[in-house]
């Protein structure tokens, strides 16, 4: 039935089920709560465990709230367990944390960059790098989430700063890096541990100096035969007749964003530079906002009319343009959509992992590769050596993400 033959394939299989299941719920199942959920024997579960717990793959932990006898425990991550070290890259700047199993997150730095592939890329390998060798074997992979279309092996573009074909794992220096779009990555958050968990079709659609947007299919962001799916942004979908920085004309991102938000103040935009001024238009203007939230529910009806979704969920700036302008946005949008769409309109939802999408899905996708029966192979064999220290806890205090506290 898993095409588990050998006792000890069985055990591989189960060890792995069982990871995951902790990963996925956010730690916070009990063991006979995910005894049940695993179909599993409890001694099976208590052998499980237990080997887990030698290997410094999980810790137990009593439940907070447990009633007479016993208290429950509720497996977590290990203290000295594998982390996975995210990295979401923005236009103006890149955050770098620390993933435990669960998805705990310790943001490790904050760093402004003047936006070209050596300036952006060779400060983020040393700080990698760094993290690395301090760490040591607990940093199981390296997922990094980039502004632009990545194509397979890592080659990516982003229009707004002038990269074209820029080969991120060589300029990062870092050991097969999990290189992946923003958006797609988002997306992957939000159906993983957000509010696209078990819906079977759905849209996310991730703004920030443009928008950027993907279809999720039984909780998969489709990618494209070249992997660079993810480019809603990139279609005309509102009209206008601008030039775009990816070469097309008309894009729906020349009008959803902060740079169009600066655009519409006659501020200067591109380049990723001015987010503190688009927040201020965003916070104050609300001419400007009307006009960005108009231009998200006319591309928002196209979509829906084409693929059907069961919920739009919106990540970045998305979440503020609709919680500011939802009658501007639904206005526009109603009008688009296909008479037998109206009926049943989808839902749209603001995000709940608010700006830390891209960095979470940057974590699943590397805890996605350790969590088989070959990643954890890979750590028993690496398993004990010098790298025994913690992340520090790091107060950020200057951050261009909201929330970008620990989780
Ligand atoms: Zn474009």
Known sequence: MIGATTSGELRAHNRVRLL???????????????????????????????????????????????????????????????????????????????????????????????????????????????????????????????????????????????????????????????????????ALAEARRGRLQGVRVGLHLHVDFDLGGVLVVEGRPLGGASGTGAEFGHMPLTGGDRTCPCGATGCWSMDVGANALLRHVGLAYGGGRGRVQAEEVLAGSEEAVAANARALGRGIAALVNAHDPEVVTLSGHGVELYGRAREALMESCVPGLMAIRREHPPRIEGSALGWRGALLGAMESVFDAFLTPEGLERWRENHPDQGRDTPERRNVTHSTLNGAKPL
């Open 20 to 186: 995951r299941a902790v990963h996925d719920c956010g730690a916070t199942r009990t063991r006979s709560q995910l005894t049940r959920d695993l179909n599993l024997a409890r001694g099976t579960a208590s052998v499980l465990v237990a080997g887990l717990a030698e290997h410094e793959l999980l810790h137990e932990a009593p439940a907070r709230e447990h009633g007479r006898g016993r208290p429950t425990q509720v497996p977590g991550p290990h203290p000295r367990g594998p982390l996975a070290l995210a990295v979401d890259v923005r236009e103006d700047a890149w955050e770098l944390a620390a993933c435990e199993l669960g998805g705990r997150t310790t943001v490790l730095g904050l760093q402004p960059h003047d936006g070209t592939p050596e300036g952006v890329l060779g400060p983020l390998g040393d700080a990698v790098a760094a993290h690395r060798r301090r760490l040591g074997h607990r940093v199981v992979g390296v997922g990094v989430a980039l502004a632009g279309p990545v194509r397979h092996g890592g080659l990516v573009d982003i229009a707004h700063l002038g990269w074209r074909s820029v080969d991120v794992p060589r300029l990062l220096g870092t050991e097969a890096p999990i290189v992946g779009n923003d958006t797609a990555f988002a």
